[in-house]
């Protein structure tokens, strides 16, 4: 059974930091690209990291570079979405996904979906 189990969130004031995490089990990790999306209220799903298994490679969505960092460790069947100068906007559920392909943030290619955790920033 394919799992994808996200933890980390909370709750932080503006500036703060916060580590998600996403635990992944039941299919081959390492050849699957892991993502990160983000739900706000009232707002479509959007991309907001992702990682390839094997050389590394990652995507940003342009509105959290420089302040939020992505890495795995395969050994272990983890993602991680290090959060660092969190902002308001940055408040949503965030679900990590995978999926067999290129990186990208098309959700329609990603197979697996984990249950969100759920961030909120405050002023």
């Known amino acids: 059974e394919v799992q994808l189990q996200a933890s980390g969130g909370g709750s932080v004031q503006a500036g703060g930091s916060l580590r998600l995490s996403c635990v992944a089990s039941g299919f081959n990790f390492e050849q699957y690209i892991i993502g990160w999306f983000r739900q706000a209220p009232g707002k479509e799903r959007e991309g907001v990291s992702c990682?390839?298994?094997?050389?590394?490679?990652?995507v940003y969505a342009d509105s959290v570079k420089g302040r939020f960092t992505i890495s795995r460790d395969n050994a272990n069947t983890a993602v991680y979405l290090q959060m660092n100068s969190l902002k308001t906007e940055d408040t949503a559920d965030y679900y990590c996904?995978?999926?067999?392909?290129?990186?990208?943030?098309?959700?329609?290619?990603?197979?697996?979906w984990g249950q969100g955790t759920q961030v909120t920033v405050s002023s």
């Open positions: 990682m390839d298994g094997y050389d590394g490679r990652t």
């Open positions: 996904a995978a999926h067999r392909g290129d990186v990208s943030f098309r959700m329609g290619d990603y197979a697996y």
